[in-house]
């Protein structure tokens, strides 16, 4: 073989050698960038999606699974008094487990984000003939006793869910506010409530039930 071609072929030899270590380099800084992003976008305290990412993944899964998506709202009953009352360590440890309890539920079939304070949200897929049962199993769960190390602290929380096929659309907007308007529809009860078509004429103030706190008096129509 000709000197020429040899040296051209152990070039493109030395070439690519040299160029699947920065391959691999690169690959590894976009995957820890990836992360870093991911890390950013949970909440601090209890790993979560926030709201952003926990929005991309509920839409991804209603647009998905259509009428066998379930979206849920979820607020802690009471928390302002547990942490009057027990300390923001006491109130920090019923976040976190609530948290965990959403995440166990959901499993590999949806999503749990926080939405802020005390109120989180969630999506998953689901047999529609399955959904009564496992809210209720949700219910069950979500108010077991927290330890907050010295002693239990009582827990009650508020449930509202809806479904494409109910409310008549698979945009997620408007699946959290029917969500929350069955949510205050069986506040304080310990009972997840299952929107239904009433739910969807309940009036709102920008996605939340008029007269909750953080809405104005006046509101409009979903």
Do not use: C
Not at 64 to 82: E, G, N, P, S, Y
Not at 106 to 119: F, I, N, P, T
Not at 133 to 146: F, G, I, N, Y
Not at 161 to 178: E, F, K, M, W
Request: proline residues 5%; without cysteine.
């Amino acid at each position: 073989m000709p000197a020429p071609t040899l040296l051209r072929r152990r070039s493109r030899r030395l070439v690519i050698a040299a160029a699947v270590p920065l391959a691999l380099a690169a690959l590894a800084d976009d995957v820890r960038v990836r992360r870093r992003l991911d890390a950013a976008r949970r909440d601090p305290l209890t790993g979560l999606h926030l709201r952003d990412g926990y929005t991309s993944r509920a839409r991804q899964i209603v647009g998905r699974h259509r009428t066998d998506a379930l979206v849920l709202l979820v607020d802690v009953d009471h928390f302002k008094q547990i942490n009057d009352t027990h300390g923001h360590a006491a109130g920090d440890r019923v976040l976190t487990v609530t948290a965990q309890r959403l995440t166990d539920w959901a499993g590999s079939h949806g999503v749990v984000g926080r939405l802020g304070g005390d109120e989180f949200a969630a999506t998953v897929w689901v047999d529609p003939a399955r959904r009564r049962p496992l809210l209720d199993q949700l219910a069950a769960a979500l108010a077991q006793p927290v330890d907050i190390g010295d002693r239990l602290v009582d827990v009650a929380v508020s449930i509202g869910a809806a479904t494409p096929d109910i409310v008549g659309t698979t945009d997620l907007y408007s699946l959290q506010r029917t969500a929350d308007a069955a949510m205050y529809a069986g506040k304080h009860t310990g009972r997840p409530v299952l929107a239904d078509r009433s739910h969807t004429s309940v009036l709102s103030v920008n996605g939340r039930r008029a007269g909750r706190p953080g809405t104005a008096s006046l509101g409009v129509a979903l």
